[in-house]
């Protein structure tokens, strides 16, 4: 599916579908679900997750351990990015400010640490709430990717443009004299 769409053949314009999707109700919509999963997932891994991981044996102990500790990263991704998309649909700052300060918002598909089988031991919640994240994780990279990655390839063109010039510049200083 393209991210963007054209009118017509003698209308020049064209519309990011990526763009309205993440300016409109829809983003509003994944905002609410991200920010409310990051404090559903932080009620649980400070109440009821605790308790139930102490009851666990070592090596679902340790599988928890593991899964929680990545739930927590790419949840605290998930939001970051998130957030620097809501300060550019509130006009807080630009797409171009927002691709520029990506470097700093690490998103990454992060997979389960666990294996199948063990992952099935751990307690349902933290299973769900794994389950829930991955999901709205793979919407957002997708978002992005349709957002930003278009962006970037402009910004790496601008970016080699001075050091292109300079380098013209000096090549024909240095160029053999006919």
């Not at 314009?13 to 905002?31: E, G, N, Q």
């Not at 559903?40 to 666990?56: F, M, N, P």
């Not at 300060?87 to 300060?101: F, P, R």
Request: with cysteine; hydrophobic share 45%; net charge positive.
């Amino acid at each position: 599916m393209s991210s963007v769409l054209s009118f017509s053949s003698h209308d020049a314009k064209t519309v990011s579908l990526a763009s309205r999707l993440a300016t409109s109700d829809a983003f509003k919509a994944l905002f609410k679900e991200g920010m409310g999963l990051v404090e559903t997932s932080a009620a649980y891994l400070d109440g009821a997750g605790r308790i139930e991981a102490k009851g666990l044996p070592r090596m679902e102990a340790l599988a928890y351990a593991s899964e929680s500790m990545r739930l927590t990263t790419r949840l605290m991704q998930l939001a970051s990015w998130l957030l620097l998309q809501r300060a550019v649909n509130e006009g807080e700052m630009t797409q171009a400010q927002a691709a520029a300060e990506k470097h700093r918002v690490k998103l990454s598909r992060q997979d389960l640490s666990s294996n199948a089988e063990t992952f099935a031991r751990l307690p349902v919640q933290l299973q769900d709430i794994c389950r829930h994240s991955l999901r709205l994780q793979a919407r957002i990279v997708h978002l992005d990717e349709l957002l930003y990655q278009s962006a970037l390839g402009r910004a790496d063109v601008v970016a080699r443009a001075p050091v292109q010039t300079q380098l013209d510049q000096l090549r024909q200083a240095f160029a053999p004299k006919a």
